[in-house]
C-alpha cells in the first residue's frame, strides 16, 4: 500500500519558513543598518564638535603667537601655523554641515544655521589676520580681540550647545534601536519554533531512507575517485598505499596495482624525504596537512606536486590517511615565468645604456628559456642585422648572422606587422646548415615608428614545438626590453644633451677669456675630444699648397716624430679647405691618402676658419679605429668650436694691431712715448746688483719751428720722418728709437757704458748729417744729451731725466750761433 501524502509539502514549509527568517533578517538588518549609521554619524559629529571647541582655542592661540612673535622668521612659522589650524578647523566644520552620502540611509540632521553663522564669521576673522601684513599687525588689532572672545565665550557655548542637541539626538535612536532589537528577536523566536514542529519531526522519518541512499553514494564516490583527474590515495596505518586512483598513477607514469603495499616515500624525490617523514602517519581527526614534495618517475623525470592529507577512520581498524595530489607542474611554470619577468624588470631598471639593457635582458632570457642562443636584431639600412648575442654559436654561424637579413630573407620580415613568428624548424638555408631547428622570431613594441627591433630565439638539435608557456615569456619579456630600451634611449638623449650644452657653454665661455688662440684651441680640443669621440685634432695654417700645424692635440702628437701629423700634412687635399667637410669612412673615400689609412684613420672632418694675415687657418679632427658617421650633433658641435676659434683668432689680430698703434708713432713708424715709458718700466725691475747696465739719449732736433713757417708743416713732416729713420740706420740693431712727441726722440741703448757717451752722441750728429738739406737751406741741426744707468741714478726715471737736463744743456751751449748749421756730409 503506498505511503500517504502529508497534508502539506514539507519542502514547501521549509522554503517558506527560510523565506520568512531570510525577509525577517533583511528588513531587521536594513533598520539595524540605517540606526546604526545615524548613531555612527551622531558619534562622529559629537566628535568633530569636540575636536572644533580644541581648534577655535588653537586658532587663537597661532593667532596670538602670530602677533607676538619679533622675528621674521617667527612670524613666518606662526602664519603657517595659523593656516593650519584655519584649515583644520574649517575642514572639521563641514564635516558637521556635510550631508550623508546617496547610498547610505539618511544622516541625522546637520548643524544648526546659527552656528554655521558664527563659525564661518571665527573662520573669516581667523583669514582675515593671515591676510594682514606683518607691520599692520598688533595686539589692538579688532579681529585678533574678536577671535580671543570668541573661543572663550560665545563660539565655545554655540559649539557646547550643538553637542547637547546631537547627544540628545542619539539618546533616542538608542532607544528606538534597543526596541527594534526586541521586536526582531520575538519574531525569530516564534520562527524557530515552527520550523522545529513543521520540518525537524518529519525529517526524523526521512532519516532510515538517508541511510540507504548514503550506501549507494559510497558506490558512487569510489566511482568518482577512479574517474576524477586528481590523484586520490587512501594509506592505512602503516602508511603503506591500500587504494590508489588512475591519476595519481599516471603521475607516476605507472599502473595502480603496482603502487598497493609502497608508501608515499618510494615515489618522492630523495631530498623531500624530509618533508614526507614530518608528515604523522594519519593526521589527528578534523585536521588536514598540506605540503609540497616532488614525486620520482622510473625515468627520472620529477613532478612537483601538492599533497593534502586528511584523516580516514578504518572501520573495526587503525586510522589511516586519505590524500589528495594535485599537479603542480603548470604553477611551478607559471611561478617561474613570473619570477623571470619581476628579475627582468629589476634588473633593466639598474641598466642606463641601451647597449647594457640588450645585454642584460639577453643573459636573463637565456638562463630562463631552453635555448642555445638568442639574438637581438635591429632594424638598420633595409636590413635587420645583430645588435647583441647571447650565447655559444656555432663555428661560422656568427659571420652568417653579422652579414644580417634583407629584405625577403627569412620569416623576421613577416614580424613588421606586430605579430611573432614562431617556427619547428627555420627556413634559412644558411641556418639550417648549422643545424639550427626551432626559432622564435618576436617583434619588440616600436610605437610610431613600427617594428625596428626583433628578439630571435633558436634551438640546436631537434625541432620541438614551442610551448604556452615559452610563448608567454617572450611576449611578456620583450615588453619590459621595449620599455627599458626606450627609457635607456631616452636618458642617453638627455645625457648626451647636456654634454652638448655644457660643451656650447664652456667653448662659447673660451671667447671672453685671456687665452691667445693657441691656448683656445687647445681647451676647445679638450672639451670636445669626450663628447665628438675624436682622437686627433689640429689646427692648421694653409698658405698656398703649404700646409703648416700650430697645435695638436693630444699636445704630444705635436713632436716630430708623430706620424698622424706628419701623414695629415701630406694627405689632406687642402686645395678643398675653404668648404666645410665631412667624412665618415675615408678608407672607402676615392683617392683616399695611403698614409691615412696607415695611420688608421677612419673619420675625418675639417672646417675652415677664416683667412688672416698670415694664411688660411683650419680646424681638423679625425677618429681611429671603427667606422663611426658624424652625427647631426656632432657636426653642429663642431662648428659651434670652430667659430668660437675664428673669434679667438680674429680678437688676437686685432688686438695686435690695437697694441701696433697704441705704442707706435703714426708720422714716424717709430715707438711713442708709451711704448718709451713701458721700456722703462721693465728696466725699473732690475735689481741694481744684478741688472743689466742701459743707456738713454734724448734728441731735440734744430730749427724745426723756422721749417715749418717756412716750408709749411708737410715738409716739417718729411724732415720727422727722415731724422727718425736716420736714427734707426745710425744705431745698433738692438738699439730702441722713439719719438716722444714734436721735435723730440729718445733713444734706449742696451748694454752702453759711460765710456762710450761720446760715441753714441756722435752718432746722432752723424743721423742729422744724412738728412736731404731743403732748397737753399742747410740741413737741420739736433742737441742731444746722454745719461747711463746706474752710474747717473739708481732708478730708470733718474736716469732719464739726468739726459734731458743735458740734452738742454746742449741745446743751450749751441743756440747763440749755431742754430741751423749744416753738417758735413
Known amino acids: 500500500m503506498p ?192 520550523l522545529a514542529l513543521l520540518v525537524f519531526r518529519p525529517l526524523e522519518r526521512r532519516h532510515r531512507r538517508i541511510l540507504a541512499d548514503l550506501a549507494r553514494e559510497r558506490d558512487f564516490g569510489r566511482q568518482v575517485m577512479d574517474t576524477v583527474a586528481q590523484g586520490l590515495t587512501v594509506t592505512d596505518a602503516a602508511g603503506r598505499f591500500v587504494y590508489v586512483n588512475p591519476a595519481y598513477a599516471r603521475l607516476l607514469g605507472t599502473a595502480p596495482e603496482a603502487l598497493l603495499g609502497r608508501t608515499p616515500r618510494d615515489v618522492t624525490f630523495e631530498e623531500d624525504h624530509p618533508v614526507v617523514a614530518a608528515a604523522p602517519l594519519a593526521p589527528a581527526e578534523g585536521q588536514t596537512r598540506a605540503y609540497e614534495v616532488r614525486l620520482k618517475r622510473p625515468d627520472g623525470t620529477l613532478v612537483p606536486v601538492l599533497v593534502t592529507d586528511a584523516p580516514r577512520a578504518a572501520e573495526g581498524g587503525p586510522p589511516g590517511t586519505i590524500t589528495a595530489v594535485t599537479d603542480l607542474t603548470e604553477r611551478k611554470q607559471a611561478e617561474q615565468t613570473v619570477a623571470t619577468l619581476a628579475a627582468l624588470s629589476r634588473s633593466l631598471e639598474a641598466e642606463r645604456t641601451p647597449a647594457e639593457v640588450a645585454r642584460r635582458a639577453l643573459a636573463i632570457l637565456s638562463d630562463a628559456v631552453e635555448v642555445a642562443w638568442l639574438v637581438l636584431f635591429v632594424l638598420r639600412d633595409g636590413r635587420f642585422v645583430p645588435e647583441m648575442y647571447s650565447g655559444m654559436l656555432p663555428p661560422g654561424l656568427r659571420e652568417q648572422m653579422d652579414a644580417g637579413l634583407g629584405r625577403g630573407e627569412g620569416a623576421i620580415w613577416e614580424t613588421l606587422g606586430g605579430e611573432p613568428v614562431y617556427l619547428e624548424q627555420t627556413r634559412v638555408p644558411a641556418y639550417l646548415a648549422h643545424g639550427v631547428q626551432a626559432v622564435a622570431l618576436v617583434p619588440l613594441p616600436g610605437g610610431s615608428r613600427g617594428v625596428t627591433r626583433v628578439l630571435g630565439v633558436y634551438r640546436a638539435g631537434s625541432g620541438r614545438a614551442w610551448t604556452p608557456r615559452e610563448r608567454l615569456l617572450l611576449a611578456a619579456a620583450v615588453q619590459s626590453v621595449a620599455a627599458a630600451l626606450e627609457r635607456a634611449e631616452l636618458y642617453e638623449e638627455a645625457r648626451q644633451a647636456a654634454a652638448y650644452a655644457q660643451a656650447l657653454v664652456a667653448v662659447s665661455a673660451l671667447v671672453e677669456s685671456r687665452f691667445d688662440p693657441l691656448e683656445v684651441a687647445q681647451q676647445v680640443f679638450r672639451i670636445l675630444a669626450p663628447i665628438l669621440e675624436v682622437d686627433w685634432g689640429g689646427l692648421i695654417l694653409v698658405r698656398g699648397d703649404q700646409a703648416r700645424v700650430i697645435t695638436t692635440w693630444p699636445p704630444e702628437a705635436a713632436r716630430a716624430e708623430d706620424r698622424l701629423t706628419g701623414e695629415l700634412l701630406g694627405g689632406l687635399p687642402w686645395r678643398q679647405t675653404g668648404q666645410t667637410c665631412y667624412i665618415d669612412d675615408y678608407p672607402a673615400q676615392p683617392g683616399a691618402a695611403a698614409p691615412l689609412v696607415r695611420a688608421g684613420v677612419r673619420a675625418l672632418a675639417w672646417v675652415p676658419l677664416a683667412e688672416l694675415d698670415e694664411g688660411r687657418f683650419v680646424v681638423v679632427v679625425t677618429r681611429l679605429g671603427q667606422v663611426q658617421p658624424w652625427s647631426r650633433p656632432h657636426r653642429d658641435l663642431f662648428e659651434a668650436a670652430a667659430r668660437t676659434l675664428r673669434l679667438a683668432l680674429e680678437r688676437q689680430r686685432h688686438l695686435r694691431r690695437v697694441e701696433r698703434a697704441a705704442v707706435t708713432d703714426n708720422l714716424t713708424g717709430l715707438g711713442n712715448r708709451r711704448a718709451f715709458e713701458r721700456h722703462l718700466e721693465e728696466l725699473a725691475d732690475q735689481d741694481p746688483g744684478e741688472g743689466r747696465p742701459f743707456g738713454v739719449i734724448y734728441v731735440d732736433m734744430d730749427g724745426l719751428k723756422q721749417i715749418n713757417d717756412t716750408w709749411g708743416h708737410s715738409w716739417g713732416d718729411r724732415v720727422l720722418r727722415e731724422f727718425g729713420q736716420a736714427l734707426g740706420e745710425v744705431f745698433r740693431d738692438q738699439d730702441r728709437v722713439y719719438r716722444l712727441g714734436g721735435d723730440e726722440y729718445a733713444v734706449l741703448l742696451p748694454g752702453a757704458s759711460a765710456e762710450h757717451a761720446a760715441t753714441l752722441l756722435a752718432r746722432v750728429q752723424q743721423a742729422a748729417a744724412r738728412m736731404r738739406p731743403l732748397p737753399g737751406q742747410v740741413g737741420p741741426g739736433a742737441s742731444a744729451g746722454a745719461a747711463f744707468w746706474p752710474q747717473d741714478g739708481e732708478r730708470p726715471a733718474d736716469v732719464v731725466s739726468v739726459a734731458d737736463q743735458r740734452m738742454y744743456q746742449e741745446k743751450q751751449r749751441r743756440r747763440p750761433g749755431q742754430g741751423n748749421r749744416a753738417l758735413p756730409a
Open 3 to 194: 505511503e500517504a501524502r502529508p497534508v502539506f509539502s514539507l519542502r514547501a514549509t521549509v522554503y517558506t519558513v527560510l523565506a520568512a527568517v531570510a525577509l525577517l533578517g533583511t528588513v531587521s538588518n536594513v533598520l539595524l543598518a540605517r540606526e546604526t549609521h545615524a548613531l555612527r554619524v551622531d558619534a562622529h559629529r559629537l566628535s568633530v564638535a569636540g575636536r572644533q571647541q580644541l581648534l577655535a582655542e588653537r586658532v587663537a592661540h597661532d593667532a596670538w603667537q602670530l602677533v607676538g612673535s619679533t622675528t621674521p622668521e617667527g612670524r613666518s612659522q606662526a602664519r603657517l601655523r595659523l593656516r593650519g589650524s584655519v584649515a583644520g578647523m574649517r575642514e572639521a566644520h563641514a564635516q558637521l554641515l556635510r550631508p550623508g552620502a546617496a547610498a547610505q540611509p539618511p544622516a541625522p540632521e546637520a548643524a544648526p544655521d546659527w552656528l554655521d553663522v558664527q563659525v564661518q564669521g571665527y573662520l573669516a576673522a581667523a583669514s582675515s589676520i593671515l591676510l594682514t601684513p606683518d607691520d599692520r599687525l598688533s595686539r589692538r588689532n579688532a579681529d585678533i580681540r574678536w577671535l580671543e572672545e570668541q573661543a572663550t565665550g560665545p563660539l565655545l557655548t554655540a559649539l557646547d550647545q550643538a553637542t547637547v542637541q546631537m547627544e540628545r539626538r542619539g539618546d533616542a535612536r538608542i532607544r528606538h534601536l534597543s526596541g527594534l532589537v526586541w521586536t526582531c528577536l520575538g519574531v525569530g523566536l516564534a520562527l524557530l519554533l515552527a
